[in-house]
């Protein structure tokens, strides 16, 4: 059994209480537990998927990637 600490206690007697924190446009939704502020996301057929720190960083880089190649294409007028 794992430790928990004083924040997580309601989580592990109780079950999470998950927000809606995001949608994103692929009709999937990222959940964050009000109490832990653990991260889920749901898939298309509405699964939980807990995001790992690798999924962070990837989902991340690839946003800052994105909005890097938006501002590139963008015609810039003077």
């Not at 600490?5 to 009000?34: I, M, R, W």
């Amino acid at each position: 059994m794992k430790p928990t600490t004083s924040k997580a206690l309601p989580c592990a007697v109780f079950g999470h209480n998950y927000v809606k924190s995001k949608t994103n446009s692929d009709q999937t939704a990222e959940l964050t537990c009000s109490h832990c502020n653990t991260v889920v996301k749901t898939d298309a057929n509405g699964n939980f998927e807990e995001l790992t720190v690798s999924n962070k960083h990837i989902q991340t880089t690839l946003r800052r990637l994105f909005h890097l190649k938006l501002q590139i294409s963008k015609p810039k007028f003077s």
